[in-house]
Each structure stands twice: as C-alpha cells, then as structure tokens.
C-alpha cells in the first residue's frame, strides 16, 4: 500500500481542488504538493526545459513552481529529491474526457510525466453535470467525491503497481452534489475517439440553436478578424446527449458515473510483433548496366 504521495496539478496550488485532495488524502497518507504556481490549463505535457529556468518557492500550501504540471514532477524529482509512491494530479477543476482533449491536458500531462520518471500517477478531474461547461465550484466540499475515489483507487495498487495493467489512470468523477454521487458507479472506460473542428470565420453565423448547451453561447463570436476552431467533441459533450457506446469516459460521466480510463504512457499498439523487421511496400529494384 503507498504511504508516500506527491500530489500536482494545472489549476495552481491555490486552485480548491488540490486543496481539496490534499485535506482528503492527508489523513492516511504523506502528502507533499508541487504544484503549478499559475493556471497551466490546456499546456498538455509541455516542459520547460532550455527555454527557461524553472524557479520554485516553498509555501505553507506546498512548493509553488514556476513552470508547467510536467515541470513540477521534475522538479520534486531532481530538485527536492522527492520519491512518492504515486503521483496524484488534480482535482482538475472541470473534465479531461476524450482522447483529443487528454492529448492537451496539464492534469494529464503531469501524470504522464511521473510514468515517464518511473511513478504509477492518478489523473482525476471533476465532471460537474449541474453547472456546465466549467463549474461554479467554490469549496472543498464539492470535490469530496473525488478524495473518496482516489483513495479507493490507491487501496488497489499492488506491489507498486496500478490496477488494470495501467502506467496511468485517468479518472473523471462526478460533483458532490451529483444524485449518483452517494453511491458512484465505477465504469473502467476507453476515451472516447470522436473529434470533428469547425471553422468559422468573421461574418458567419454560430452553430444551430440545438447544439447550444445551456449556459453556454457556442455563436458569441470572440474577434474581429482571423479564423476560429472550434471543437464539436466538446460541444456534444456538454450538451449531453452523446451516442458512445458504453465502455467511453464520455458516456460514463454523462451519467454520472466514476470514468477509469487506464492508459499506457508508451502509446505503444506493436505488441508482439515490435522488433520485427518491416519489409518494403515495393520489391528492391534491380537492374543491369
């Protein structure tokens, strides 16, 4: 069983999600924060490395690092000569659900980099279906879910190694005040594959009235002039109203259940057949003078 956790995220050490986990998983565990000193949303796995020096402070919440999540899982290695158990990343404030958006995630990327460094990590996010596209979320109490999940999910590592065969879990779990959270299905899920980008242009219309998600206006335009991306993905996502079958993250947290993604930091697919040799799509061609 672990004993020693290093605890990160993207939202910044004074986000309450972290604070959160730290409070939960502080009454059985060791825990030591580094984490983000800013919002590092959406900077995947990024790290610093030659661009610029990385600078650290230690605070009465932990160490405030002046870099990216990948940034500060280095520096609790190589720096504070830190070696956890299990690298927990979170709570993120809002999900990290698909493989395009896991893809972007600094919750994500953190716990990717702890594999990377040799250290089973956790990534776990909160899906808030009440409060769409990003929650409203002002206290410890709404994230309390997630304290109860990482905790189970750290009672099943074995041997130093995560459940299902996994280098990294990414978990996305419901809001405290969820009527599934009392009592949380687990759905050991794959994140879902579906991703489309819409191009729109100064002058254009927003999208139809029916892909609006409450509470989020899709056709408010953002600019004058260039040309924005947009994501359907996400836009469906919010909505709700998703077709996944059910072994997708999306469709678990749609109905309220604790999404398990267990991912494979190599992103390897050869399996038995890696060291073989790969013959030519074309014959060698020979000829004579």
């Known amino acids: 069983m672990p004993t020693e956790i290093l605890l990160t995220n993207d939202d910044g050490i004074d986000a309450v999600g972290i604070r959160a986990l730290a409070d939960a998983l502080s009454r059985d565990y060791d825990v030591t924060v580094v984490a983000p000193a800013t919002n590092q949303s959406g900077v995947g796995g990024a790290r610093s490395w030659w661009e ?23 520096v609790a290695d190589v720096a ?10 979170g709570c993120n404030h809002g999900p990290n659900i698909g493989a395009h958006i896991l893809g972007q995630s600094g919750t994500v990327g953190a716990a990717m980099e702890a594999s990377f460094l040799g250290t089973p990590a956790i990534a776990v996010s909160l899906y808030d279906r009440g409060n769409l596209p990003v929650p409203p979320t002002l206290d410890n109490g709404d994230f309390a879910v997630a304290g109860e999940v990482v905790a189970d ?39 879902a594959r579906g991703f489309d980008v819409i191009e729109f242009r100064p002058g254009e219309e927003g999208p139809d009235e029916e892909n609006v998600a409450e509470g989020w206006e899709f056709g408010e335009r953002r600019g004058e002039m260039g040309m924005e ?12 109203d998703v077709a996944d079958d059910p072994g997708s993250d999306r469709r678990a947290a749609v109905e309220g259940e604790v999404s398990v993604s267990p991912l494979s930091s190599s992103r390897a697919i050869a399996g038995e ?12 061609e020979t000829g004579a003078d």
């Open 52 to 74: 610029t020096t990385v600078d650290y402070t230690e605070t009465d919440r932990g160490y405030a690092v002046e870099g990216t999540p990948a940034d500060c899982v280095a």
């Open 80 to 89: 504070l000569g830190l070696d956890p158990d299990v690298v927990v990343s």
């Open 153 to 191: 999910l750290l009672d099943r590592i074995d041997g130093g190694k995560l459940p299902f065969g996994a280098d990294v879990l990414n978990v996305n779990v419901p809001a405290a005040d969820d009527e599934a959270a009392d009592d949380p299905t687990y759905r050991l899920t794959e994140p």
């Open 229 to 240: 991306l947009r994501d359907r993905f996400w836009r469906e996502f919010l909505r709700g």
């Open 273 to 284: 057949e890696a060291g073989d040799l790969i013959e030519p799509a074309r014959g060698a």
